[in-house]
């Protein structure tokens, strides 16, 4: 019996959205880090989870990559179950501890984790050198990733969570405490990726990169205050940024104090 | 896809294997300092025991034990280590994500550290045997073999024992915890036949006894008796069974 989630051969890839949960519960030791969330991510856009440090974007992200235990509810990415061995090829992630040897080069790591994805030899070199060029790691390739400034180091994670050229990218706060020449570069990169057709969900604690995104998830205390695109935001709160946006939203979710 | 899919069921993937060990390999090759200690500290603590002992046959008699417990206790340290780091630094995490088999991984462990071990061993038994005059009678080929063997079960109980670290403190306090215990109960201090016949069950519950027992059995010339198969044997079997321990504690999903 083919499961109505598998995706059809020969669909295009847009009429399946990279990532869709419905009531999705993780409580850990007794506290609820996420509280029923229903959400979809469309495919081929760069989508922005937004809210502040500990409301849990990064539980929600480990839930997407499959490494975050839930306690009920359904994930599914690219039309598989959140976990399935069949995304390890095509969901790349990068975590915001960067996740990358330090006591390795930066061309050590990338030969490691190409091996593991499998990058057949003669696609490496070109895999590596692509990356490299467009992170603007050049010159790094044979330096101690432990050696890095946190601006390198986060692009070096980053560079790792690119290597297979995933359909779905998961990016944990990739540009916080980055120069803002950097960070610009990062957004545009981000939706080059996306205008080639890969989808990408980055979080950010910082409001001012929610403008960047095509489409936005306001999250706080383990709920979704709006999912909508930026303009939708405004119009809905009658507000002028987005920072007015998502105060006026989160007073809004809070009845008692109204 | 259809690729990706049939991997799942693969037992052991040898590139992945391959590209791990190297990769462990790697990671040492830049920490010099900790090669330098893993390769000559057991040789320099070999010399000391020489003159501490000062007698030629209390030397033959404790040599080829100690060359048995130097890499059981090196490599469980820097196993436990290593993997709690990889855990603590979330590689570990970003590996489980990605198509990495736990079998694939343990065992690319085990063989870079097996080599760490070969060296390991080659050097303080080249000091041994020609710099302090040890004579051994057994044979020079089991007794390597026999090493590496305690390196590799040094390591897998490591392995293990790191996925109830949570800090490289903690990784490093095991091992007092597991290692000092077995040393004590292994025969090197007292003889197990003379222990009481509680001590003696438990020395024969603990891995460490095995690995002390095959080597005086070489130290007094039996080389591929029984005794020592047994021993080999038992040693094996604790080393797989802390294998499939430590990959139980990999979880692709966590709390």
């Known amino acids: 019996m083919a499961s109505p989630a598998v995706t059809p051969p020969g669909l295009p890839l847009s009429a399946v959205p990279a990532a869709a949960a419905s009531a999705l519960v993780v409580r850990r030791g007794g506290r609820v880090i996420l509280d029923g969330l229903t959400f979809t991510i469309a495919s081929g856009r760069v989508t922005g989870l937004l809210g502040p440090s500990g409301c849990g974007k990064t539980t929600l992200m480990r839930a997407l990559v499959g490494v975050q235990m839930i306690t009920a509810g359904q994930v599914e990415l690219l039309g598989l179950p959140a976990g399935d061995p069949r995304l390890r090829h095509r969901v790349g992630y990068a975590t915001q501890d960067q996740a990358v040897y330090t006591d390795l080069t930066l061309a050590e790591n990338l030969r490691y984790f190409g091996a593991v ?3 057949a030899r003669a696609r490496r070199a070109d895999a590596f050198a692509r990356i490299v060029a467009e992170l603007d790691l050049g010159g790094l390739e044979n330096r101690l990733v432990g050696t890095f400034s946190g ?11 690119l290597l297979g050229q995933p359909e779905l990218l998961v ?21 080059r ?42 119009a809905r709160t009658s507000t002028a940024d987005l920072e007015s946006a998502f105060l006026s939203l989160a007073s809004r979710s809070e009845p008692a104090q109204l | 896809m259809i690729a990706a899919a049939s991997n799942v069921a693969a037992p052991v993937r040898w590139a992945l294997t391959w590209a791990t060990a190297r990769r462990v390999l790697e990671q040492l090759r830049h920490d010099p300092r900790t090669i330098a200690m893993m390769i000559a500290v057991p040789a320099v603590l ?28 090196v490599m469980f340290i820097v196993a436990a280590v290593t993997t709690q780091r990889e855990r603590a630094r979330g590689t570990l995490e970003r ?20 080599v760490v071990a070969c060296v390991q061993v080659g050097v303080v038994l080249a000091v041994s045997l020609t710099w302090l005059g040890v004579q051994l009678p057994g044979s020079v080929v089991t007794l390597v073999m026999v090493a590496v063997l305690d390196a590799l079960l040094g390591m897998s109980l490591g392995l293990f024992a790191s996925a109830f670290a949570r800090t490289e403190f903690q990784a490093v306090q ?13 025969g090197i201090v007292v003889a197990r036949d003379q222990m009481t ?13 095995y690995a002390v027992d095959a080597m005086q059995q070489i130290s007094t010339g039996a080389s591929w008796a029984g005794p020592v198969n047994r021993d080999i044997g038992v040693i094996l079997g604790f080393t797989a069974a802390a294998l499939i321990g430590g990959a139980l504690t990999l979880r692709r999903r966590t709390r």
């Open chain 1, 117 to 119: 994805l499998g990058l």
């Open chain 1, 151 to 161: 601006g390198q180091l986060a692009r070096a994670g980053l560079a790792v969570a």
């Open chain 1, 171 to 191: 990016l944990d706060e990739p540009t916080v405490g980055l120069d803002p020449v950097l960070r610009r570069d990062l957004w545009a990169m981000f939706h």
């Open chain 1, 193 to 234: 990726l996306a205008a080639a057709g890969t989808s990408l969900v980055v979080s950010s604690h910082v409001m001012d990169e929610a403008a960047r995104c095509d489409d936005l998830l306001f999250m706080r205390e383990g709920r979704f205050l709006a999912a909508a695109t930026p303009q939708e935001m405004l």
């Open chain 2, 46 to 73: 070999m010399i000391l025991l020489r003159y501490v002992l000062d007698s030629p046959v209390a030397l033959n008699r404790f040599a080829p034990e100690f060359i048995g417990v130097f890499p059981f206790v």
């Open chain 2, 95 to 114: 590996l489980m994500a990605m198509p990495m088999g736990k079998l694939d991984l343990l065992l690319g462990y085990a063989i870079a550290f097996g």
């Open chain 2, 174 to 186: 095991f091992m007092p915890a597991f290692v000092l215990p077995q040393a004590l109960l292994c």
């Open chain 2, 197 to 209: 016949p509680a001590l003696r069950w438990l020395s024969d519950a603990l891995p460490l006894s």
